[in-house]
């Protein structure tokens, strides 16, 4: 069996609760209320910045030159819905870019801080698997509200974005690299990037479930 399809079976349970968690269930529905689609795109916005910064840190550790070119366009393209994000829907959806508003909150502050801290400190083969469920969840869950959007969805443009065959493209580039990363590997190596793989995949559906309740640093 390939190191993705274990991962993912390894996560299916968890993948089930995000399906059916609120944010993504009104988000499907075109029923999510704006203020938790603000939040969440203050905060995503942060993450991405971030996120991009790891996947070229990630393109720089690498040995082979395709692996390296490949996580430095990743990391350009996190930018660049960065940058579409703020050019298209924070003015659409009315989202406040003043800083105070748009501080890191704690779910997002420690999933950046993670992925950080995995792309420093631990093999760069647990550092793919740590960006993984970014690129594959993301996918999956595109794909699954596109089948089921209702007519008028209202952030019908935003779903757009993870479910095109440029966002799958990526992807299985994304999977293919954790695969050939885990073959060349050690047993002990592929179990820290399946652990990696499933702490980035309940952030996933923390920081979901951080939007859909608005969690912020105590005052
Ligand atoms: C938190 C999060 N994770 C993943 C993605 C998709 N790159 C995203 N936009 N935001």
Same mark, same amino acid.
């Not at 794909?143 to 065959?165: F, H, L, M, R």
């Not at 060349?184 to 990696?196: L, P, Y």
């Given at each position: 069996?390939?190191?993705?399809?274990?991962?993912?079976?390894?996560?299916?349970?968890?993948?089930?609760?995000?399906?059916?968690?609120?944010?993504?269930?009104?988000?499907?529905?075109?029923?999510?209320?704006?203020?938790?689609?603000?939040?969440?795109?203050?905060?995503?916005?942060?993450?991405?910045?971030?996120?991009?910064?790891?996947?070229?840190?990630?393109?720089?550790?690498?040995?082979?030159?395709?692996?390296?070119?490949?996580?430095?366009?990743?990391?350009?393209?996190?930018?660049?819905?960065?940058?579409?994000?703020?050019?298209?829907?924070?003015?659409?959806?009315?989202?406040?870019?003043?800083?105070?508003?748009?501080?890191?909150?704690?779910?997002?502050?420690? /999933?950046?801080?993670?992925?950080?801290?995995?792309?420093?400190?631990?093999?760069?083969?647990?550092?793919?698997?740590?960006?993984?469920?970014?690129?594959?969840?993301?996918?999956?869950?595109?794909?699954?509200?596109?089948?089921?959007?209702?007519?008028?969805?209202? /952030?019908?443009?935003?779903?757009?974005?993870?479910?095109?065959?440029?966002?799958?493209?990526?992807? *299985? *580039?994304?999977?293919?690299?954790?695969?050939?990363?885990?073959?060349?590997?050690?047993?002990?190596?592929?179990?820290?990037?399946?652990?990696?793989?499933?702490?980035?995949?309940?952030?996933?559906?923390?920081?979901?479930?951080?939007?859909?309740?608005?969690?912020?640093?105590?005052?």
């Amino acid at each position: 069996m390939r190191w993705s399809n274990q991962a993912w079976t390894n996560i299916a349970p968890l993948y089930d609760h995000i399906i059916a968690m609120p944010f993504i269930q009104e988000l499907k529905a075109g029923t999510l209320p704006l203020k938790k689609f603000q939040f969440y795109m203050q905060q995503d916005a942060r993450y991405l910045e971030h996120f991009g910064r790891v996947l070229a840190y990630i393109g720089s550790k690498s040995t082979e030159n395709d692996q390296a070119i490949q996580f430095f366009d990743f990391g350009k393209n996190a930018l660049i819905v960065e940058k579409a994000l703020h050019e298209t829907y924070f003015k659409q959806f009315k989202v406040v870019d003043a800083h105070e508003d748009s501080a890191i909150q704690p779910i997002c502050h420690h /999933y950046i801080h993670f992925l950080k801290s995995t792309a420093a400190f631990e093999p760069i083969e647990v550092a793919v698997a740590a960006v993984l469920p970014c690129f594959w969840i993301y996918k999956e869950v595109g794909d699954y509200i596109v089948a089921k959007a209702q007519p008028n969805n209202p /952030y019908q443009a935003w779903i757009d974005t993870y479910s095109g065959e440029d966002f799958a493209e990526g992807v *299985k *580039k994304a999977i293919a690299f954790a695969d050939k990363m885990a073959e060349n590997s050690t047993e002990d190596i592929r179990i820290q990037m399946w652990q990696a793989f499933e702490k980035a995949s309940q952030l996933e559906y923390q920081f979901w479930d951080a939007a859909y309740h608005t969690i912020r640093w105590k005052e």
